[in-house]
């Protein structure tokens, strides 16, 4: 039986299963999405990764990930610009929806968050013609604050769209609940983002009280806090009908148990809380 | 020696000392500007507090804490309601410079953030013409987001201050860096803050990479990636010429030295990085 609508992030199940195995696990619970990372695809070789998409008709909602783009120096700038392109080369041969970019956070021993934010755009502005000539859409993923020093320097879906918008055609965001779901300008920012058909992932997960890890406690739809049938229907009231994709980090639980019973979850709590 | 201009928020030094001993400790070393809990007052009781700190010419920059609103029923509400004048009352014996308001996330199982936030803006208004008759100024503490969900659901500048915009006279905003630093929106919303006089506190500490837990893993100033010295200039352009307050919790470090070493180490770094 097909599961339509739901991707799974191969980081949900990256203890569990290489790329090969992970696809054959969705397969056998009938999702065809999925998104996985680019260490995950180097490790079977990108040609072998593209082979076993195109021969099962598998959707890449997203490749994991580009950005990162902060550096100390020019030198460290241009070497990040160089890497973002070998992404989007990957994200092109595996036909991904987009490659998210997750956009770096402080250099080095910089205090300068303004900085690295104007790094980041000068970055995105030198991939983003490369990426249009690729057909790669960037999704440029906001993550939670509590990121913004070791990950990201964008963290909100506001500044998101801001540069977006400066930006010009090609690019778009990528929707965590995980690090959006907390913000009083959620909605309205959903539907900004609708207008102008900037939308190009939503990921799923929930997030736990108490989170006992910064990086490694998301938790499994429908454990948390997170409204995720209302977030939901924003999207899609803005428009954006593609795959809920599930990426959850978890060191003490999901990433212990076997990968068939964390896919089995994820679709009964799809199907249920989301 | 005096030193102007740094408060020491007593959770800072909680495990070493008590209400009098804090005191004691502060003024040992020529602080005279402190922010006491409630639980702290409350050991000591009010009046025994109230007469240490006219005695020896203490400033209180601010009484931790009101808020806590939200409620899984109304009879939960009105009593925040009433433990919140109850705490207005305190803080006015005091002569506190304002009343801390950490509003509150989620109250029990719900997952309706928006709720939650009516009810903070119901409750706020409930007490603040109490506030205003004990002139005591009610000082909104946004909260970091990874804090959304279980203590605080005003989570940005931006957000408190448009509480404050619609409740009037009576309201401000303590600005903590450990809070806010990563905000896209810091500068432009301190500068909006500054031109209603809205700023009535500006804590410091710092963010830690990596961070350890999310509520005792704050570091000493200097220690981590805030620019302390940027974001204060920002605040005296505003307009607010306070007491910098130091508000660490930090269970696995500065809890565990001696309180002595602890405000030493404050009055350090606050004329080294602040």
Redesign the interface.
Known sequence: MSVQGLSINLATVRPQFGFAAAVDACLAQGITAIAPWRDQVEAIGLDAAARIVEANGIQITGYCRGGMFPATDPIGLAAAIDDNKRAIDEAAALGADCLIMVVGG?PGT????DAA?AMVADGLAAVLPYARACKVPLAIEPL???Y???RA?V??LE?ALDLCDALGAGMGVAIDVYHT????KLRSQIARAGRKGQILAHHICD?L???RD?LLDRGMMGD????LKLIRADIEQAGFHGAQEVEIFSSENWWKRPGEEVIATCIERYRTVC
């Open positions: 402080l910089s205090k300068d968050i934010r939670h604050p509590m913004a020093g070791d320097c963290n909100t500044q779901w907390w913000d009083p997030w009280i108490p989170t910064l948390g806090v997170i409204n």
